[in-house]
């Protein structure tokens, strides 16, 4: 191993070495400002990290790939990491009185998230998906004392382990017949393959399949979503639903890249049925929720329906390869930006007992906080693909990819699901902007007077991320070309 | 300097977006600055802009600065992209020095108010939006200011929206121009889908290489442009709207009719002239409509009582001089009547607005009279302003633009001796009616309660002061053909805006065309004091008791039926539509897509009822059919 393999490696050193001073310093100084300001500035050096391994030659170990598209995700990771560290100081701050653990499960999750963004081989598959998911676990349920917290653990543990152990076996059945365990081989490996192997084989692609839609909340492995969602606390979702649905599905993507559609005729009517049901069932489910964190899980199954057209298009041959990575890649970076402002106004707005969830708690939060108010209309109109928005662009993105790959079918649900999904969005916005004032946001117009200096300033970090969340959704809306080149730039991978 | 421009409208939506987002904490001050500012920087970087254009002419004669291309598919590839050119340099420098000015009036005007920074926010907006419309290098962008001015319009029409008739007439503006921007998106459709372009030159330099004279396509696209032109500037038969925005705060009144809104119509035909040079028909109907529009809103506008009303019929009909210019190819004399009305017409409604402020909110000239000794400083403004608007001979502005359009419909090879008729009929009634206003409101006897507010702030007057030179001393630029002196203005618009071809005419031609306007319009002011100025009106006052008078005058008060004539033949017909039609079998179409879709919502969410044992089934059952389509296949 040289230096350069150092560098190409430096973005995981970093994250790792994060964790482990984070996790020292926990044991002797249980300080949160120092705790959260260690996390975010690992995450910052990580970064950095991310843009001198770019320049580099990538070929470190058969492990990992780290082209342009996985270094692109990494980076999103730790992006979205660092807003996650933002929104929970002060979160954390209101509502626990043990925050370091957090701060070193969160590093962990990014850490397991990156190797999967890379993941190269089925043992990184592997090992980065668990890093992730124990790490999710203890995020999920560190408010203790709170039951559903607890509960929403314990449902995405019991589904996680199963659905492991099922990628797990599919990963041994292909290994069986095909003798390797690298993504590019393993994609083609199944061509001279016949009788009880060729079974074998696809059996275990079908059960690997599995345990990668049940981390993207595929239906119909979608079922534990709502209720994790409701349970977990807000900061956690948000890093769950952006970093490593991300994650995951750079996997997706890399590894069906090399896939010949014409070989991946089973692969891609799978995909096919499974993008149909999640937008159908994601948006119909959405459609009359009373609960804001219920619903964004409900609309995060549609979203990533709207995803896997962006692949199923992919797999389509010529230059629509280019535009489907294209499309995943913007339409991710953007669905992430969304999520983490909608669960952010949640995180900002919690308070010790718990955190407001009913809409109708919602009601008339524009006059008595006109800032995240703001911040969760334009998120939601991303999310609904509203023009001026990223979510138009990445919409409009999806819908060429599609186009280019002549699925028209899926075009159509497409469309119309997510003319759908504006009536649960926009109800939300409404809810907000109603003259009358809930009891909830009543309470909240006196509460930052009464705040200690510190809490206010951590307000104000959390509030700051936010508005800056929300004006990168805005000028990626009117000025997609900032990240379109770099994106573009990556996608060339796999042209 | 090109590569400024995009600074001109980013400062006021800078100012705006500032206003939205922070200005619930700033002080009156603060607000105040933060909405003006803007305007004044952008006029700033204008100014630069205009004199490096003009020390340094680019080659092309025209800055273009492309900012980026917000996305592709094929040919359509919209661009956020600046062009300025002589056309668009006027426009701007007009809507920032003109916008700025009426900003610094607001902000002691409007200091009473409690939407204070709502005020300032939608004004940046609204110039915000005008500029980008006027800036534009493409089509869609140019779209997005003209919906950006009818959003603004309607939230400053509606400011005071606690009244419902405020709210009333903001709806109105906005669905009456939506019938103009339908057209205007039809035909911009229709410039894409023929010429593949959005890029407006390119557009219209393929129309010029591509479409013959007269070709019909040249024709509908000119038309369908004309119809959104006629909606945003308030010709007939969509002026109705323009009467009722007087519901807006006074320097809202003064922005729409001076810079903003009102004019985007015509610099539309004047941005578009190869489409209506390649059609006479669509020429001629912009000429007629002009002279009709013109002679119809005169005619209203002299029986106006509300101050504000009867100065918006005479935008209406000096608008209408604008279109009647455009239709005689006379493209940069329209421009230039724009410049100067901008000037005097801002000034006549700040003015109008301190003499309602002065009368305690009164708006009805019959109840005011005799206020020259009250306010003498607010009369010598009006009656600047009055005069420039009746284009009194070479002490107002108004004179030279308006002599211009005159002359040039008769003199230009596309003029005729009906529309130079109507010009100066149109010449007469204005300054009858302008005059109309300044006898009435101050002079004679008081008719109503006395003045409550006598004094006004120096912040105030002094915009004011500086609108009143513009409006006496920058018809200079361009002195009447006649004359053979000087023609800067023509001269710097040549190189965006052609020059009509003029008819020869004799010496005698060239007298009767110059001094008859010139007489009509002193005319004008001797008629109206006959009528309404002297101490005792006898004249006017046997008039107004035939009762053929009284139908006629009744009629033009309420702009000759035009409303009414719309609410029975559309609004009614459309709600008693609206209404019969709610429960037919389209609509039950699109509830019976509803009902399905929550029947299907309703049923999935019994599968979410919180079991970890039916997660798992379902999670197993998929895992089941995967391997089985993956074995069977």
Request: charged share 10%; glycine share 10%.
């Amino acid at each position: 191993m040289s230096d350069a393999h150092l560098l190409v490696l430096s973005p995981y050193i970093a994250l790792a070495a994060t964790a482990v001073v984070v996790m020292l310093t926990t044991a002797f100084y249980h300080r949160h400002l120092l705790l959260a300001g260690l996390t975010a500035t690992g995450l910052a050096a990580t970064f950095a990290c991310v843009l001198v391994a770019g320049a580099e030659d990538r070929r470190a170990t058969a492990l990992l790939r780290m082209n342009d598209v996985s270094l692109y995700f990494i980076g999103l990771l730790v992006v979205v990491a660092l807003a996650v560290v933002a929104l929970s100081y002060g979160y954390l701050g209101r509502t626990e009185r043990r925050f370091g653990d957090f701060y070193t499960l969160l590093t962990l999750g990014a850490l397991g998230g990156a190797v999967l963004a890379a993941s190269a081989h089925f043992a990184s598959l592997f090992l980065g998906l668990e890093v992730l998911s124990v790490s999710l676990y203890g995020l999920i349920a560190y408010p203790r004392r709170r039951p559903q917290a607890v509960e929403a653990a314990f449902k995405y543990l019991v589904l996680a382990a199963v659905t492991s152990a099922m990628l797990l076996f599919g990963m041994a059945l292909v290994y069986a017949v095909s003798g390797t365990m690298l993504l590019d081989k393993v994609a083609s490996a199944g061509a001279g393959l016949a009788g009880w192997e060729a079974a074998a084989y696809k059996a275990g692609l079908a059960l690997v399949f599995a345990g990668v839609g049940f981390k993207l909340a595929l239906v119909p492995f979608h079922m534990w979503t709502p209720d994790v969602y409701q349970g977990g606390p807000a900061p956690v979702i948000a890093f769950l639903a952006a970093a490593s649905k991300a994650a995951v599905f750079v996997v997706l993507l890399q590894s069906l890249a090399p896939l010949d559609p014409q070989r991946g005729g089973v692969l891609v009517v799978v995909l096919s049925v499974v993008a149909y049901a999640s937008m159908l069932a994601g948006n119909l489910l959405a459609l009359f929720q009373q609960n804001l964190k219920r619903l964004l899980a409900y609309s995060s199954i549609a979203q990533l329906g709207y995803l896997v057209v962006a692949v199923v298009s992919s797999g389509a041959a010529g230059g629509a390869r280019g535009a489907g990575t294209v499309a995943v890649a913007f339409y991710l970076t953007i669905y992430a930006l969304a999520l983490l402002a909608a669960f952010g106004v949640i995180a900002v707005l919690a308070h010790a007992e718990g955190e407001p969830e009913a809409l109708s708690q919602y009601r008339g939060l524009g006059h008595r906080r006109p800032a995240l108010a703001l911040v969760l209309s334009v998120s939601l109109l991303s999310l609904a693909g509203m023009p001026l928005t990223a979510g138009f662009i990445g919409k409009f993105f999806i819908f060429r990819a599609g186009a280019g790959a002549a699925q028209w079918g899926l075009l159509v649900v497409f469309a119309l699901t997510s003319a759908m999904s504006l009536y649960y969005y926009l109800r939300v916005i409404i809810t907000m902007y109603r003259l009358e004032v809930a009891p909830y946001a009543a309470a909240l117009a006196t509460s930052p007077g009464g705040m200690s200096a510190g809490r206010r300033a951590a307000d104000r970090v959390a509030v700051a991320a936010l508005v800056l969340l929300t004006a990168s959704t805005l000028l990626l809306g009117v000025y997609p070309p900032v990240l379109l080149r770099l994106i573009e730039h990556a996608a060339s991978v796999f042209r | 300097m090109q590569h400024v421009l995009w600074l001109i409208p980013f400062l006021p939506v800078l100012g705006f977006a500032v206003l939205v987002v922070f200005g619930h904490r700033m002080g009156r001050r603060t607000i105040a600055v933060i909405g003006a500012a803007p305007a004044g920087a952008a006029a700033a970087v204008a100014i630069a802009t205009a004199v490096s254009f003009l020390v340094a002419p680019p080659a092309t004669h025209a800055y273009d600065q492309v900012m980026w291309t917000w996305f592709r598919i094929g040919a359509f590839a919209p661009r956020i992209a600046f062009h300025l050119d002589p056309l668009s340099l006027v426009m701007t420098l007009v809507v920032t020095f003109v916008g700025f000015l009426i900003l610094l009036y607001s902000t002691r005007f409007m200091r009473g108010d409690e939407g204070y920074r709502r005020f300032f926010a939608y004004m940046d907006l609204f110039i915000a939006s005008m500029l980008i419309l006027v800036l534009a290098g493409d089509f869609l962008f140019l779209l997005v200011g003209w919906e950006g001015v009818g959003l603004s319009s309607f939230l400053l029409i509606g400011f005071w929206y606690r009244e419902r008739a405020n709210g009333a007439a903001a709806r109105k503006a906005f669905i009456v121009t939506r019938v103009g921007d339908t057209a205007l998106l039809v035909g911009l459709l229709l410039i894409f889908t023929k010429l593949g372009t959005l890029d407006i030159q390119g557009a219209m330099a393929a129309a010029q290489s591509q479409w013959a004279q007269g070709a019909a396509v040249a024709t509908a696209a000119a038309l369908l442009l004309m119809g959104g032109a006629i909606g945003k500037s308030a010709q007939l038969p969509l002026q109705t709207w323009l009467p009722d925005a007087m519901a807006g705060p006074t320097p809202v009144s003064a922005l729409i009719h001076a810079a903003t809104m009102v004019t985007a119509g015509v610099y539309l035909i004047a941005r578009t002239h190869v489409l209506f040079e390649l059609s006479p028909t669509a020429r001629l109907v912009v000429a007629v409509i002009g002279a009709a529009t013109l002679l119809y809103a005169g005619v209203s506008a002299l029986a106006q009582n509300d101050i504000k009303r009867a100065l918006a019929y005479s935008t209406i009909s000096q608008i209408g001089y604008m279109f009647l210019a455009l239709g005689v190819a006379a493209w940069s004399a329209a421009v230039f009547h724009f410049l100067t009305h901008a000037f005097f017409k801002a000034l006549l409604f700040l003015s109008a607005g301190l003499v309602i402020k002065a009368m305690d909110e009164e708006h009805d000239i019959r109840k005011m009279g005799g206020l020259r000794r009250d306010i003498p400083v607010v009369f010598r403004l009006f009656l600047i302003g009055a005069a420039a608007l009746s284009a009194l001979p070479l002490v107002t502005a108004g004179f030279f633009s308006k002599d211009l359009i005159v002359d040039l419909a008769l003199t230009s090879v596309h003029g005729g001796v009906w529309l130079w008729l109507a010009g100066v009929v149109g010449a007469l009634l204005t300054s009858l009616y302008s005059f109309r206003l300044v006898f009435l409101v101050f002079f004679g006897e008081r008719r109503g309660s006395a003045p409550v507010a006598t004094r006004f702030p120096r912040l105030v007057v002094w915009p004011m002061v500086a609108l009143a030179a513009g409006s006496v001393v920058l018809g200079w630029i361009e002195l009447p053909v006649h004359w053979h002196g000087w023609s800067l203005f023509t001269d710097f618009m040549a190189s965006a805006l052609p020059v009509p071809g003029i008819r020869a005419g004799g010496l005698l031609d060239a007298i009767a065309v110059t001094l008859i306007p010139a007489i009509v319009s002193v005319a004008g002011v001797y008629l109206a004091w006959v009528l309404f100025g002297r101490r005792r009106p006898a004249v006017a006052g046997s008039l107004v008791t035939r009762p053929g008078f009284r139908w006629l005058a009744g009629a033009a008060l309420a702009g000759w039926g035009f409303d009414r004539l719309y609410h029975v033949a559309l609004v009614r017909p459309f709600l008693w539509l609206a209404h019969h039609g709610q429960r037919d079998w389209i609509d039950r179409l699109v509830s019976g897509i509803a009902g399905p879709a929550a029947a299907l919502g309703g049923l999935l969410r019994r599968t979410q009822d919180g079991r970890l044992r039916y997660y798992l089934a379902a999670a197993a059952l998929g895992i089941v059919v995967f391997v089985a389509v993956g074995l069977l296949r």
